[in-house]
């Protein structure tokens, strides 16, 4: 169900004409009626060509714009008034920019008022229109002379409008509204109204609010007065909402499934002047409108037509993704842009990466790009970003992927730090993953599966090791250990670590390989003797105590204490306050 939104300077007629269109008076406040005057978004609807169609009027009047920018962006084709006793006039231009700007190419320019003015005055008229459009997106759109008050041009106007719409189905798995309205009704609660694009909503279906990530069920659904069970994209709707305030969904919020979108408030962007505008700096006090909210913006960087903006609240934006920039202090539309990467990255690399990205690609395009430019991400953080995507061709672990080019790099760093790893300890079998993740700064599951895909390195255990690494001792070592060996060899009162003839890497080796035991920090034993403490553990009674422990191994206490602290460890044993029982 396309959307054709109005635009055009105010009293050209906007409201007279969609009235006259759709028999519908989209003014729908008291004041704006007693004025004559929009000033807030209003709707309509009709038939053309066999198509159910949805108008959305927008106020003229430049006092009003930011409404009219809460409203303009999700339409599907645009009907650009100028009247024909006045002529082109300030905010038709500003109204013609912002569609421009948001690359608008389906439209049809009605010459309204017709009725006020002779021929000449008419043919000059849309000489002038004709030669504002030039160069712009709708400058091949149909001109269409009209008059509301007695009915002339109507029918060649929905004509031409029913030929610039498309019919295509659209369909799409990511719905979002923009909310531009939100009201209360009685016996009903909440209900806010938008146009729903990217994919479909049902009666029951939770959505979630963003900002504010607050959750709300979908009670019901109405388009165009008729309740509905599921609304497809390119249709205005009004959802009733369960389980929110009317104050918790103002306009500028948007509806999205649960789990489909990510909150950001810095993006790159391409960034393109109005026509009016010579020159665009990053100087100014700018306003981004985007969906149906405004929000304070900062120009980080500009340069040849790239940006890096940040705004004063997170939003779910992804890439493609468009908006329009206004100069608060001028009160003026100073250019327009398309967001290229949701999530960017620091200042610089952010505006150099930004020219690899094609925001007009399909989604799964562009999840790859954004995947090559950040080397890893969450594939949930992709689709978010992308509409939807999923990277092509990279290199999936779990619930991340990495893109083919950074496995290569990732290699390097994994054997140059395993390499490191045995040359500063020659004596132990590897590297642990663990450590080795936090070098890398990837998670655990990634760099287990780059040792996968990396020839020279294999797992043992918990550790990572090159392939040829077997540590091993020297003659010298195997002197020492041998000395250390007739040391601890008689009985359990063994010497401390630090009286044994070897250093922590031989120790650290010894017990890897089974051939030391460690008790505690300061004591090891032979396997032999651990094996007589496990015994004599067996052999004691219930409910012993350190004492009596300590006099059947006729150990002193400095033993005593740690060995049965090991055992604890250990699970030979189980302590109860000063008592302990054997398992």
Not at 400 to 407: C, D, E, G
Request: with cysteine; glycine share 8%; charged share 25%.
């Amino acid at each position: 169900m396309p959307v054709i939104g109005t635009a055009g300077h105010v009293d050209h007629g906007k409201s007279t004409l969609v009235m006259a269109l759709t028999g519908r008076d989209p003014d729908r406040w008291a004041e704006e009626k007693r004025r004559g005057l929009t000033i807030d978004i209003g709707f309509a609807w009709t038939t053309l060509g066999g198509v159910d169609v949805s108008f959305v009027d927008v106020p003229g009047h430049e006092r009003y714009l930011k409404n009219m920018l809460a409203g303009i962006e999700p339409i599907d084709a645009a009907l650009l008034v100028v009247a024909a006793d006045e002529g082109w006039m300030p905010q038709s231009e500003e109204h013609l920019a912002v569609l421009d700007l948001l690359d608008v190419r389906h439209g049809v320019v009605a010459l309204t008022k017709t009725d006020l003015v002779d021929s000449d005055l008419s043919e000059l008229a849309t000489l002038e229109v004709l030669e504002h459009l030039a160069g712009t997106s709708l400058e091949d759109s149909d001109l269409v002379p009209v008059s509301a008050k007695t009915g002339s041009g109507l029918e060649e106007l929905r004509a031409a409008l029913a030929n610039c719409l498309s019919d295509e189905p659209v369909s799409g798995s990511r719905p979002r509204l923009w909310v531009d309205r939100s009201f209360s009704i009685g016996g009903a609660g909440t209900v806010v109204t938008g146009t729903l694009v990217g994919g479909s909503l049902a009666q029951g279906d939770t959505v979630m609010i963003l900002p504010g990530n607050k959750s709300a069920r979908v009670r019901g659904l109405q388009s165009h007065e008729s309740d509905i069970e599921i609304a497809t994209p390119r249709r205005r709707l009004a959802v009733n909402l369960s389980g929110v305030d009317r104050e918790e969904v103002p306009r500028g919020v948007m509806l999205g499934l649960p789990g489909q979108w990510d909150l950001t408030q810095r993006f790159s962007a391409r960034l393109r002047p109005a026509r009016y505008v010579d020159q665009l700096t990053q100087k100014g006090a700018f306003q981004l409108h985007i969906g149906s909210g405004a929000h304070r913006a900062e120009i980080q960087r500009i340069k040849s037509g790239l940006a890096v903006i940040t705004i004063d609240e997170l939003l779910p934006l992804q890439t493609g993704d468009r908006f329009i920039l206004r100069d608060t202090g001028r009160r003026l539309v100073v250019a327009g842009g398309i967001i290229l990467d949701p999530d960017p990255g620091p200042l610089t690399l952010a505006m150099k990466n930004a020219t690899s990205i094609d925001p007009l690609a399909d989604p799964d395009e562009i999840a790859t790009a954004l995947l090559g430019l950040r080397g890893s991400d969450r594939l949930d953080h992709l689709a978010a970003h992308s509409g939807g995507g999923s990277p092509i061709d990279a290199v999936v672990v779990g619930e991340s992927a990495l893109s083919r080019h950074l496995v290569p790099q990732l290699q390097e760093m994994a054997a140059a730090a395993v390499q490191e790893s045995h040359r500063s300890h020659p004596l132990r079998s590897g590297l642990p993953i663990a450590t080795l993740a936090t070098t890398m700064e990837h998670s655990q599951e990634v760099v287990a599966r780059v040792i996968e895909m990396t020839d020279s390195l294999e797992r043992v255990g918990p550790d990572v090791r090159s392939k040829q690494h077997r540590p091993e001792l020297s003659e010298a070592q195997e002197t020492l250990w041998s000395e250390a060996h007739s040391l601890l060899v008689d009985g359990l009162a063994v010497p401390r670590v630090d009286q044994l003839p070897l250093d922590d890497e031989l120790v650290h080796l010894l017990i890897r390989t089974g051939q030391l035991v460690r008790i505690s920090k300061d004591l090891v034993v032979l396997p032999d003797q651990a094996e007589m403490l496990r015994k004599t553990i067996k052999e004691m009674s219930d409910g012993f105590t350190v004492a009596e422990f300590r006099d059947t191994t006729k150990l002193s206490r400095k033993y005593a204490v740690p060995f049965l602290e090991w055992a604890d460890n250990e699970g030979l044993t189980v302590r109860r306050g000063d008592l302990r029982y054997a398992r």
